[in-house]
DNA sequence: GATGGTTGTGTAATCGATTACATAATCGAG
DNA sequence: CTCGATTATGTAATCGATTACACAACCATC
């Protein structure tokens, strides 16, 4: 493989120049950048990027640790991340967590040993002192899931009220009984839509039935599952306010195993809005998210961080939008 | 930030004893190794890799070239890849390249800057002779899509043979009139999907309608729309075997949005077996791939070429299935 | 034609770890 | 007790690019 001594020598110039030619940076007369390039073509050279990051002390690259990779809604978020890190000449390496918050704390330890330039988390599961403390020596970026009581630039959106908005429409259209289903109780979007479910029916005056709150872990599996428990009770719900789209599915397809119609007998809603909650039948009715754009203003966040410009902090919060479809049905008769 | 250096006058050694202790490369008195590693906690250092890459001429760090990474179908193979790398200590760097040739071409610059030590391409749509090249310098995995005619060590199944049994289930059900949603042409995947399909045909002595077989793009929507222009048709197919689940679920919505039942009175098929093909009503018939297992089996090959282990070149092909739901109907009554 | 500024190029230090080689210390066998 | 082998450690070169600094050549100005 040629390197850049081997350029010099065939062009007859140092590597100084040679380098300055790489880099496009000035002071170098037409005739010798010729030769340069001549030099670069006839040995097919390509610069090693090691020795570069090594001088530099930036590798251009930064890393975004995700708690799924199959989970479409991420995939979107990242879409958002790539758009902009491209744009800016930056690579995406992706950690997939696989829900492991040991495998996130590995991830951490990237940034000291300088690998990547600076990381988003589209998860938030490890000890918050660790994150606080490697936010204060480098630039690290919360999408989507944060940590309380941090000032870490965060983008999200406002989960507590979503959830809230998502019930309140179900209690607008005459339900009573209305159960939710959770994500893990660990990650704090599962708290705070619990409180907005919460929130709405304190607002409305309905009692809260502990056995209609299931937790489930995001997946259709425990979606379907736990409808399967809640259809079981001496007196089921007539509305299901899942706290992801995944899970509202596994609900749906739980109700009509047991004979039950969507949205006629229980209602349901979801949340995140990903593709295949418009093309699922019932089409399911949910809290959309601007998935493209939290990665976009996250990656934006990461760039004002590792280049040292906008010194202040900023925490992010994006608008949502409750998407009515089919799954939630029209007001209730009686 | 400390350095090796920092830690080995804390330590009162050299670096080089430092360099022993943190690779654990053996003659190292245990008490100086105690006093090096009591440095290197005291210092909270972390080696900083750039220099060992450099030094080693290896980062450990394989790429994955994708073509889309909102499909499900690749986050799972993806899975498998990540499951071996992280067996061996390698890190797995995402590529998305957002079915564009040109950022195939891009990424494969990365290996001869040495960026990374292998590559696994998931989409293999630029020039084969480009390929071809840098395959004969440096380690590169092709797995799913596949080159004609080279040797560069591929992992896929039989695209042929299992078209040909999806569309031959289709025939055994007693349908005569039976469309093809195909994938973009310029994809072997597709070809090979849409050949299988005519070998069914001719070998049931079925003639071949060109208006049943419509070119797509592998989206929902592409499929959404095909069917559509299928059911417009003066003699509409009683069977539509598309080329992955994706369109088939679009076409599944468009013969609902136009009146008609699935399987009742058009039959549809799949292919892939993503989650969402079992969990959609009807549930979809369809080829279900190894995909876990197809990822592993990459990867153990690219460790093969990286590590010069296993000299010959190898081309897998994984066993596939049928599996049979509702979206395909029983036997066709007439 | 001396002076100061600009421009183009080269020399060599540098980034941080690894490692070939040298050397010192220790041990065991005879 | 000596010699050779083994073990522990240090010295310094090395990976490939970038860049601070030095310097030469050239130009414009008065």
Redesign the pocket.
């Given at each position: 493989?040629a390197?850049?001594?081997d350029?010099?020598k065939r062009a007859?110039?140092?590597?100084?120049?040679?380098?300055?030619v790489?880099?496009n940076?000035?002071?170098?007369?037409e005739?010798?950048?010729q030769r340069v390039l001549e030099a670069i073509e006839a040995l097919n050279?390509?610069?090693?990027?090691?020795?570069?990051y090594?001088?530099?002390?930036e590798t251009e690259t930064v890393l975004v640790v995700v708690p799924d990779i199959t989970n479409p809604f991420f995939s979107k978020v990242l879409r958002g991340i790539e758009a902009v890190a491209l744009e800016h000449g930056y690579q995406v390496l992706l950690g997939d967590t696989q829900n492991d918050a040991r495998l996130e704390e590995q991830y951490l330890n990237l940034l000291p040993q300088?690998q990547v330039d600076g990381m988003i988390f589209l998860t938030a599961r490890i000890r918050k002192e660790l994150v606080e403390e490697m936010a204060r020596q480098f630039p690290i970026v919360l999408a989507c899931e944060y940590l309380e009581g941090t000032d870490i630039p965060t983008v999200s959106i406002d989960n507590i009220s979503s959830a809230r908005k998502a019930t309140e429409h179900l209690i607008r259209l005459g339900h009573r009984r209305i159960a939710h289903l959770s994500g893990p109780m660990n990650i704090i979007l599962s708290r705070d839509r619990l409180r907005g479910y919460y929130q709405a029916l304190a607002q409305h005056e309905i009692e809260v039935d502990a056995a209609l709150v299931q937790e489930g872990d995001f997946t259709y599996e425990s979606g379907y599952n736990l409808a399967l428990k809640l259809l079981a009770l001496e007196n089921p719900p007539t509305a299901i306010f899942a706290a992801n789209d995944e899970m509202a599915i596994g609900a749906v397809k739980a109700i009509r195993h047991r004979g039950g119609r969507v949205p006629d007998d229980i209602a349901v809603v979801g949340f995140d809005d990903i593709q295949m909650a418009s093309i699922f039948e019932p089409s399911i009715t949910t809290i959309a998210q601007p998935m493209f754009e939290i990665g976009q203003k996250a990656m934006e966040l990461l760039l004002e961080l590792i280049e040292g410009t906008g010194v202040e902090r900023r925490q992010l919060v994006l608008p949502d939008r409750l998407v009515i479809r089919d799954s939630c049905g029209g007001e209730r008769p009686e």
């Open positions: 493989m390197s850049i001594k350029v010099a007859n110039v140092s590597t100084a120049t040679v380098s300055r790489l880099r940076a000035g002071n170098v007369t005739e010798t950048r050279y390509q610069p090693n990027v090691l020795g570069r090594l001088r530099r002390m300088r």
